[in-house]
């Protein structure tokens, strides 16, 4: 069978076929999740910031929940990464932060700590509008 002709039946059926597209779905999120967990492990599995206040439940400090940590760049240039290279989004990206040597390009931050350095560093998107920082 001609390889256009094989992958014009198999677009044809995916696209009639609800039950293939939500197989389909779920295997890319596993998938997804799957890579996520294995760079929150190599990454240390816990908020690679000093002065986060996150007590875990063993009373050590640093927070372990995967669901609130957050890849950050070191460097604070991901914004401009992620518009210049296709590398920087979803497995792709994954794939990209295992290669590499945990804290030196990438490293793991709780949501508050990310938002903190965020300010801190002035890393923020540039807008119309500004954000002031109270108590800094």
């Excluded at 190599?42 to 890849?71: A, E, F, M, V």
Aim: proline share 2%; charged share 30%.
């Amino acid at each position: 069978m001609d390889r256009y002709k094989h992958n014009a039946q198999l677009r044809e059926r995916y696209a009639s076929d609800a039950s293939l597209r939500e197989k389909k779905k779920l295997e890319s999120f596993l998938r997804y999740c799957q890579k996520r967990d294995e760079v929150v492990v190599h990454l240390g599995g816990r908020c690679y910031s000093p002065t986060c206040l996150w007590i875990n439940d063993d009373g050590s400090k640093g927070c372990t929940d995967k669901r609130c940590l957050q890849i950050d760049h070191v460097h604070g240039n991901g914004a401009k990464l992620r518009k210049s290279a296709r590398s920087e989004h979803g497995e792709t990206f994954y794939k990209k932060v295992l290669k590499s040597v945990p804290g030196e390009d990438y490293q793991l931050l709780c949501a508050n700590c990310n938002w903190i350095k965020r300010v801190l560093n002035n890393e923020l998107p540039k807008s119309k509008y500004s954000m002031t920082v109270a108590g800094a």
